[in-house]
């Protein structure tokens, strides 16, 4: 049986915080000397920002968020409601840098117009030749391009100026992710010009130089930049892709221990933080000081994974059996305090109702029919196994474990709970050798094909069923191309019922992002990097 902090202890926790926070806090208001309380928005997170360049090997999430702030890209997504905020909206597509953009009858031609009047932060014109180098670049560099590649955006050859306002991309087949991939966080639109005075012949694209320096147009420009511990920004009030932000400045300030972040949201030192504890979460939405935006990660999950090569998790019956025989319900309390949107739980049997990925899948717990599916599977007594969890994820994961111990343990199935450090994890997971485990993971591009594609085929870490249907790698290698709607849709209800009937991996829940900031905060809203938007945030009188 398992048990909540007292909140009591958590109170007493957060009031000792206050004193470590006092040294945040002076590092906060020295550098919100020069704006008033009003337009300066300080942002507290564990995170670090390690650079400035999106296409960095390593780059962090706190990284990929500033250069979503920094940065213009062609095209973005609209946003919808979503109780108190926003979330991105993936079926609605709109210009950014672009003015407007036009595909092809056929599909292989997409037609981006530029707005005649952006520049970058020096005053110089934002030019179609700018977007073409930028794009270069971004299919160029190792990971980038391999993310611009599932948008079959794969050569320089395929972007071509048209004019000094107009460029033109150009694809093999009509790839639905192509102008998708156009919006992620990699193909910024750079100073072409600017970073090429930074360039060398060993590297061309100056990833070195831009590392630490911008070459930027968006709606904040840097000036404070110091690597893992603070960065500030100042708007641009020359930004033409969109409405001007609120904020005149952004203090984001690296705090890394979670109680001192919510202790400064508490006490009105700090407006914003994104990455704190459930249980602080709750402590501070109870005790009414704060404002909590909580939304569904509508394009990540958690998870329970077999490998299906390995004995005796080869036996659809024995991973049908267990995904009976999880607690789901119990699970989702300890590990999340039900803050999320869970998995499980459809009553659907033929096919789903919409070819939506991630949704709730035909699993609830129910160990009479888990017994009886193990007896099938020629397990009747049930087995030995382990099941591994990262150390990095043990807030969530440990509970999780605890209970899967305890719930597969009366349907005959003994687990040993195996904690594996991070970097072993990845290691293990990626060379196929873990049994049974629990991990969590995101796509940036919420689309059923896509989904498939990068979580249940292929030899990389992201297969972490190790799942191999001959069926399944056909459904998806076509889909990607289509262009009818509803043969689309028919094909990803295929998908889903194939990882229903097969289950190479159980979904659990999409955990909320809880963004804990002060009451009069708005706008704020989920993006698919799982960073904030600063440009949509303002603050009421």
Not at 121 to 127: A, E
Not at 366 to 382: Q, V
Request: hydrophobic share 40%; net charge neutral; with cysteine.
């Amino acid at each position: 049986m398992l048990h909540t902090r007292p909140r009591r202890r958590l109170c007493a926790r957060l009031i000792a915080a206050a004193a470590s926070a006092a040294l945040t806090l002076t590092a906060i208001a020295g550098a919100a000397q020069a704006q008033s309380r009003e337009e300066t928005l300080r942002v507290v997170t564990g995170g670090q920002v390690n650079t400035l360049d999106a296409g960095m090997q390593g780059i962090t999430r706190d990284g990929f968020g500033l250069n979503w702030n920094i940065y213009d890209r062609l095209v973005s997504w609209d946003r919808k409601k979503f109780g108190d905020g926003y979330i991105y909206d993936f079926d609605h597509m709109k210009g950014e840098l672009a003015e407007s953009f036009t595909i092809s009858d056929d599909g292989l031609t997409v037609t981006f117009k530029l707005r005649p009047d952006a520049t970058f932060h020096d005053g110089s014109p934002v030019t179609a030749e700018d977007v073409k180098w930028s794009l270069d670049r971004a299919v160029s560099l190792k990971g980038p391009g391999a993310q611009m590649a599932t948008g079959s955006l794969k050569s320089p050859d395929q972007f071509k100026i048209i004019d000094a306002h107009t460029i033109q991309v150009t694809l093999d087949k009509p790839d639905r992710l192509a102008v998708p991939n156009l919006a992620v966080v990699f193909p910024v639109i750079l100073n072409s010009k600017l970073a090429r005075e930074h360039a060398t012949a060993e590297d061309p694209w100056a990833t070195e130089w831009l590392k630490e320096n911008q070459a930027s147009g968006g709606a904040y420009k840097v000036s404070t930049f110091k690597a893992g511990q603070q960065v500030v920004l100042e708007r641009f009030d020359d930004w033409k892709s969109g409405p001007l932000p609120y904020f005149k400045r952004i203090i984001v300030q690296t705090v890394p221990e979670a109680s001192t972040r919510a202790s400064l949201i508490e006490r009105g030192d700090a407006d914003l933080s994104i990455d704190l504890q459930a249980s602080d979460v709750l402590a501070l939405k109870d005790r009414g000081a704060v404002k909590v935006v909580s939304i569904p990660q509508v394009n990540a999950f958690q998870m329970i994974a077999f490998n299906t090569r390995m004995a005796p998790f080869d036996n659809v019956k024995v991973r049908q059996a267990i995904a009976h025989a999880l607690p789901f319900d119990d699970m989702f309390t300890a590990a999340l305090y039900r803050r999320g949107a869970p998995l499980w739980g459809a009553t659907w049997k033929d096919l789903p109702d919409t070819g939506k990925f991630p949704q709730r899948l035909p699993y609830s717990t129910n160990l009479d029919k888990a017994k009886g599916l193990l007896a099938e599977a020629g397990f009747p007594d049930g087995f030995k196994t382990t099941f591994s969890f990262n150390v990095g994820s043990a807030a969530t994961s440990e509970p999780i474990a605890a209970l899967i111990k305890e719930s597969l343990g009366k349907i005959g199935i003994d687990v040993t709970v195996e904690k594996v450090p991070d970097a072993q994890m990845g290691t293990l997971i990626s060379e196929k050798k873990l049994p049974f485990f629990t991990e969590s993971a995101i796509a940036w591009l919420p689309s059923a094909d896509y989904f498939f594609r990068v979580f249940f085929q292929g030899e990389t870490r992201w297969n972490y069923g190790s799942f191999v249907n001959q069926e399944l790698a056909e459904l998806t290698a076509k889909a990607r191309y289509e262009r009818d709607p509803a043969a689309y849709e028919a094909a990803a209800k295929r998908m889903v019922k194939i990882a229903a009937d097969e289950v190479p991996v159980v979904m659990l829940w999409q955990p909320a992002l809880d963004a804990v900031m002060a009451k009069n905060i708005d706008g704020f809203t989920y993006w698919f990097h799982r960073q904030t938007d600063y440009r949509s945030l303002t603050r009421t009188k």
